[in-house]
């Protein structure tokens, strides 16, 4: 099969599934459809009406999308499922022919939120491989990124092992960039059942991410909050950002902490650098940290390049609360954007605008509650950076609930530790009361009176 057959084929209304799995092994298809992306006419392989979907954050195909976005008027209008946005390819004036849906409004994305331009999906992260594989979301042609193939004609996601797995296998048609600069990650290899039908041959540097920044006062002290919660030889499962790096800064004194989570960065690296992390009591994939995505600078990317010692899982398996309950010890540590007094969390929308995402804050939180001996712990600023605005308030504003109260162990901030498992909606009211900023205190303990007497 070679380009312009795959192309006329993109054409037809009968391009089918069953003739698309009909392809040569994958060193056939390296040898006879390998393009460049200048070469890439999406107008005739994207039709009006379809859904691209494309690997997230760093693994997006960079020279994809942007030959996707350049051609859009070209195409007519079309939908794109994406994860987080870091590339700066995708603009809220691409909405003249792009409709774009995601789980998150984080990295460019809220831009897109804010510009009307995208759509949110809300659902649980582990939710969308099942969405994909049943075509409850659509996926007509997907974009991914791999690194170069092995001597078996293997390839390996790198960067990201997720959904678009999923997506490409009910696909009408897959489209690989193939990035020599790609990290192979152990567990990350491409199923043998998705066989790219195009490929697009590029040397660039993948896309990176560098840290937040230096944490200050109240971050370091919620950092120090969070380690005295975690026991040498728990298993850890973090967000990213600045609050999330500043604990994982301060259990560089730890021992034998395990990895179990959604996404790898460069403070995760460090901890296993520095011996802190050996994975040596967990029961499963003992000795290994297990991630589904790498998001980081390039000294992250060259640490996991086969380094036996990490393994990208996709999120049937890294989000599984079934998985996560069989780990002892288990503490997931989450970031929220607001809390209320009866323990309600809402980490996806502020002031009106979506910025975050429920992503799998839920299914951790109920793995590690399920867990002999395991945490959940949310943490957050008691106030906004100025200190104007309460960030503990007496009912969640925007009626976002990403957390429910029944699930919610413990709201760390930087005054304190609230343990709300087990207690009454009044014993919750004082407890979270307790760790507000004190400017704000005796005003939430005026709304939890309130919202006692409206609700008892």
């Known amino acids: 099969m070679n380009f312009e057959a795959v192309i006329r084929s993109a054409r037809s209304s009968r391009f089918a599934r069953d003739r698309l799995m009909r392809v040569p092994p994958l060193p056939s298809i390296i040898g006879m459809t390998t393009c460049k992306s200048d070469d890439l006419d999406f107008s005739a392989i994207v039709r009006p009406g379809d859904t691209v979907v494309c690997s997230q954050g760093l693994a997006e195909p960079v020279s994809l999308t942007r030959r996707l976005v350049e051609q859009r008027m070209r195409i007519g209008r079309f939908k794109m499922f994406i994860g987080p946005s870091l590339s700066g390819v995708f603009r809220p004036e691409h909405a003249d022919a792009i409709r774009f849906q995601s789980y998150c409004g984080t990295g460019g994305n809220a831009a897109l939120s804010i510009g009307g331009a995208l759509d949110v999906v809300p659902a649980h ?70 066989r790219p039908h195009l490929l697009v041959d590029e040397d660039r540097e993948p896309l990176t991410m560098e840290r937040s920044g230096q944490a200050g006062t109240t971050e370091q002290a919620i950092a120090q909050h969070v380690c005295q919660l975690v026991t040498d030889g728990a298993t850890l499962e973090f967000g990213l950002g600045l609050l999330p790096d500043a604990v994982m800064r301060a259990l560089a004194g730890h021992r034998d902490l395990g990895i179990h989570t959604g996404v790898i960065g460069d403070g995760i690296a460090d ?3 520095a011996g802190a992390v050996t994975n040596a009591r967990k029961p499963v994939d003992h000795g290994i940290s297990v991630a589904g995505m ?99 308030v007496p009912r969640l504003p925007d009626e976002v609930v990403t957390t429910a109260r029944s699930d919610v ?21 004082q407890a979270v009361a307790a760790i507000a900023h004190p400017r704000f205190r005796e005003a939430l303990e005026r709304g939890g009176h309130a919202l006692m007497r409206a609700c008892c």
């Open 125 to 194: 992260y582990s939710d969308f491989p099942r969405f994909f594989a049943q075509g409850t979301l659509p996926a007509d042609v997907v974009l991914l990124s791999v690194g170069e193939p092995d001597a078996k004609g293997r390839f390996n996601l790198g960067i990201s092992n997720d959904y678009v797995v999923d997506a490409a296998r009910r696909a009408r048609v897959v489209i690989a960039e193939i990035n020599h600069r790609m990290p192979w990650v152990p567990g990350a290899e491409l199923p043998d059942d998705v």
């Open 271 to 273: 901890l296993i650098e």
């Open 294 to 392: 790498l998001l980081g600078s390039r000294r992250l990317l060259d640490f996991v390049d086969r380094n036996p010692l990490v393994r990208l899982r996709p999120a049937t398996y890294t989000h599984d609360t079934a998985t996560i309950r069989s780990i002892p010890n288990f503490v997931a540590i989450n970031c929220a954007l607001e809390v209320d007094l009866t323990g309600q969390v809402n980490s996806e929308s502020l002031q009106g605008r979506y910025l975050g995402a429920i992503g799998g804050q839920v299914d951790f939180v109920r793995g590690a509650n399920g867990s002999r001996g395991g945490r959940s712990i949310m943490i957050l600023p008691s106030s906004s950076r100025d200190g104007s605005v309460s960030r503990i």
């Open 409 to 429: 162990d413990v709201v760390v901030t930087e005054h304190g530790v609230a343990e709300l498992r087990g207690k009454s909606v009044p014993e919750r009211m």
